[in-house]
C-alpha cells in the first residue's frame, strides 16, 4: 500500500465555495477507481480549526502503487493541474491502515508529518505507530487511520478521518471533508 497527497495553496481571500463546489460536482467520478483504497477530499479554510491558510489537499489510500501511476497519467489529474497548477506530490509508504465501513460518513480528517531522526529504530517507530494507529481506528469517532513514511525525506504522517472535528494537537492540520471515495 502507499498513500499519496498533494495540496494547493490557495489566496487567502480566495472564494472557497468554488473548492467546495468542484468537490461536490468532481469527487464522484473517482468512485471505483481501480486499485484505490479511499480518497479523501479535503480542504481546509484560513482561520477554521487553527489553519493558517487555504488549502485544497486531497489525499489517497492506494492498494498498489500501479493505481496511483494510473491517476497521474490519466484524464482526472490532468484537469486539476490544468486548474491549479503542477504540484508537489507527496508519498509514503503505509505502515499500517485501517478503514472502516462507515468512512463515506467522514466529515474531517486530521493529518500529523514529523520527522524522522537519523539513525533513529525504524523497526522500533513502526510498530509503535503502527499499535497507535490501531488504538485511534478503535475510537468510534475515527472512520479510517493510516500511518506510513517516506524514506526520501524521513517523514512519518498520521493521517485519520473524523465523523466530527477533532481536537487541534502539535502540528496537525485539520480538513473538512467534501466527498470520500471508495474503490
Not at 477507481?33 to 479535503?42: E, I, M, Q, S, T
Not at 481546509?44 to 487553527?50: C, P
Not at 496511483?68 to 497548477?85: C, H, I, M, N
Not at 520527522?115 to 475515527?142: D, N
Request: with cysteine; glycine share 8%.
Amino acid at each position: 500500500m502507499m498513500a499519496m497527497q498533494y495540496s494547493f495553496r490557495l489566496p487567502a481571500d480566495y472564494d472557497m465555495s468554488i473548492i467546495d463546489r468542484r468537490i461536490r460536482d468532481k469527487g464522484p467520478m473517482l468512485d471505483g477507481f481501480p486499485g484505490l483504497g479511499f480518497k479523501a477530499y479535503l480542504c481546509a479554510r484560513k482561520g477554521e480549526f487553527g489553519s493558517c491558510e487555504n488549502l485544497y489537499a486531497p489525499f489517497y489510500l492506494w492498494q498498489q502503487p500501479q493505481g496511483a501511476s494510473d491517476f497521474l497519467t490519466g484524464p482526472g489529474f490532468e484537469r486539476v493541474t490544468q486548474s491549479f497548477g503542477w504540484p508537489h506530490v507527496k508519498t509514503w509508504i503505509v505502515w499500517h491502515a485501517e478503514t472502516a465501513s462507515a468512512v463515506t460518513d467522514a466529515k474531517f480528517a486530521s493529518e500529523e508529518t514529523m520527522m524522522i531522526e537519523p539513525y533513529a529504530p525504524l523497526a522500533q517507530i513502526r510498530e509503535e505507530e503502527s499499535k497507535r494507529a490501531q488504538r485511534e481506528a478503535r475510537q468510534g469517532e475515527v472512520l479510517a487511520c493510516v500511518c506510513a513514511f517516506d524514506p526520501t525525506n524521513w517523514t512519518l504522517v498520521r493521517f485519520s478521518l473524523h465523523r466530527s472535528a477533532p481536537l487541534i494537537s502539535g502540528s496537525s492540520q485539520i480538513y473538512r471533508v467534501g466527498h470520500v471515495s471508495l474503490p
